[in-house]
DNA sequence: CGTCACCGTTCTCCGGACCAGAACACTTAT
DNA sequence: ATAAGTGTTCTGGTCCGGAGAACGGTGACG
């Protein structure tokens, strides 16, 4: 699926947002050398994107600006998943006082859609729109068990099996062993494994065909949820809630 | 501030996004008829934006993808206002049980950043990142009301005054006389402008230099809000809670 | 206070990239 | 079969993006 005659011109805007949201706001200069880019270049591609909203300028530095969010935030809104499961995930998130979370897969990887913190809740430093390997977290898994082998296989392929901790899977056959759990079980489970104490449960939303749509989460220190807890009543919330969701999507 | 030499190629990329983003999904026939672009021009920017995550195939149809979302979110999340502002907000909501905003001003214009629901809150269609004119809500107004004199006219020569409703600001006096009001208040007010039957209240956050970063509101419908309440208990709540945020800024 | 070094911005001109238009592959309807 | 619609591919000519140099401003330094 990739571009055949991609646009150059483009690709060097994009470039360059995304060169600004990891550094922070920065200037011409800097920007310049770090993409192999002449000053003036650098500087036509960011007054444009200024023109429109995409990003603005601070004094001499130059920062994303809010437009993306706009872009986004529409986007978001204009998911059904997202519109029937956002109040649920904040009901689970108070219910149970701890982190809730909404992820969607998007051309193999996860994508934060929202998280819910209830009273007693954990920060991570998760947001809507952040992007995750789907074999890191107990979210993800729920999405991929609940995919085609075959579309698993290409997701492997795409974007590896990076480990993020020495918890984290690793293989190929690790990966379909922990799937094939998480199928028998109907919800997956992280402990520890992208944060040393911290569980997460997560469950898939399936349409009436099968499809899955997206999956929830519930996160907690370890320290709040026993094993009994991770088995039990843990699961049975988070399912009710995934549940819930499924009912109202397909009516 | 406009771009002495744009990048014209950028700037169809971003016009197709944003066309993407009103119609909803589509397919390139229609996108470059309403764009008047060739198809193969269409084509080739749609399958690089899509190269990068920032439009998606569904089918014969592009739609804007989540990337934006991961773009803005990053950038909203990078902001100290947002940052200390949102608990206090969720809290504002919780509290009164109605619907908590929270807005900044960007390039002229009000941006939501986030909202948050209390138990009985009317549900508007605002989402994080929408835009909208400053003179037609409580929230801008707090924002106008505490900017220079000349930093107002500015904007207003730049984005007019557009009446959303009958009720709304038309003139450049009859502003600045409410800004004025406001001013002495301590924080604005909208009572019906914007939408029949909804009241809502602003007051401004402000750094210790004086300089406005944003405003706090509370919207609820005039049922539930007496006159009494509009000028008693609530606004002592939304500048309690304004206040709050302006003392963990300034630490 | 002159000097220097750095910044962002502007300018010009040439090489290369964007894109109109035509052809293609495919689906659907008649 | 035929036709009319779609998304996709291809190529060549034209126009525009961007390297590099020059400009204007600002802050540091001796």
């Known amino acids: 699926m990739d571009a055949k005659h991609p646009v150059r011109t483009t690709e060097k805007t994009l470039a360059l947002v ?3 949201m990891e550094k922070g706001p920065c200037g011409v200069t800097e920007l310049a050398s770090d993409l192999d880019m002449g000053k003036s270049a650098v500087h036509n591609h960011l007054t444009t994107l200024q023109k429109h909203g995409y990003v603005l300028k601070d004094g001499d530095d130059y ?8 872009v986004g935030g529409h986007s978001r809104k204009s998911m059904e998943v997202y519109q029937v499961a956002e109040p649920e995930v904040k009901s689970l998130a108070a219910d149970t006082g701890e982190l809730a979370n909404l992820l969607v897969e998007e051309q193999g990887m996860g994508v934060y859609l929202m998280r819910a913190k209830g009273d007693d809740a954990v920060d991570l430093d998760t947001y809507a729109g952040l992007r995750t390997n789907l074999h890191t977290t107990a979210l993800g898994k729920a999405i991929l068990a609940n995919l085609p082998e ?4 290409e ?7 990076e480990q993020k901790t020495p918890k984290s899977i690793g293989t190929r ?3 379909f062993q922990v799937l094939e759990a998480v199928r ?16 997460c449960l997560a469950a ?13 989460s519930v996160s907690a220190p370890a320290s709040r949820v026993s094993d009994e807890d991770l088995h039990g009543s843990l699961p049975e919330r988070v399912l009710s809630a995934a549940n819930v969701v499924e009912l109202n999507i397909n009516y």
């Open 18 to 20: 995304e060169e600004l």
């Open 63 to 70: 920062r994303v600006g809010l437009k993306f969010l706009e």
């Open 150 to 153: 075959s579309r698993v296989d």
């Open 155 to 161: 997701i492997i392929e795409r974007h590896g099996l």
């Open 173 to 175: 056959q690790e990966l």
């Open 184 to 199: 028998e079980r109907g919800y997956a489970i992280d402990d520890g494994e992208r944060l040393e104490g911290l569980r």
């Open 204 to 216: 898939p939303i399936k349409s009436s065909s099968g499809e899955v749509l997206g999956a929830i």
